[in-house]
């Protein structure tokens, strides 16, 4: 009997450890996926100043959506290599969701290079 309990106490943590992970991912509505999204579009991402993200919006980049529905919220910039090359302090990060990336408050990401466009950044 003493081995049932402890299966049954296994299962039930089980249970409830899958069930916690469904809420949380009803809860945030898609937004992981939507960060990973943004994420596979990045070939190289950088860790930038707030004041420099600011800058980069002032200059008419875009921050994207999903930056703000993460708590707390993160500025997300698509930015050219040559622009990220002038940003004092910008250092380099792997394009993956671990807790470097996700601690970051800005990041400044560049895209993959269109096919046949002739345009990169």
Not at 24 to 48: C, K, M, T
Not at 65 to 73: A, D, L
């Amino acid at each position: 009997m003493n081995t049932l309990e402890k299966r049954l106490r296994e299962f039930r943590s089980r249970v409830l450890i899958r069930d916690w992970t469904w809420r949380q991912r009803r809860h945030a509505r898609g937004v992981w996926f939507r960060f990973r999204r943004v994420l596979a579009d990045a070939r190289e991402a950088y860790v930038i100043p707030r004041d420099e993200a600011m800058k980069l919006i002032a200059e008419g980049h875009r921050p994207e959506p999903v930056g703000e529905e993460i708590e707390p919220p993160r500025v997300l910039l698509f930015v050219s290599a040559e622009r990220v090359a002038r940003i004092p302090g910008a250092r380099s990060v792997a394009v993956r969701l671990d807790a470097e990336l996700l601690q970051a408050e800005c990041l400044a990401l560049l895209r993959f290079s269109c096919r046949g466009s002739g345009k990169g950044g």
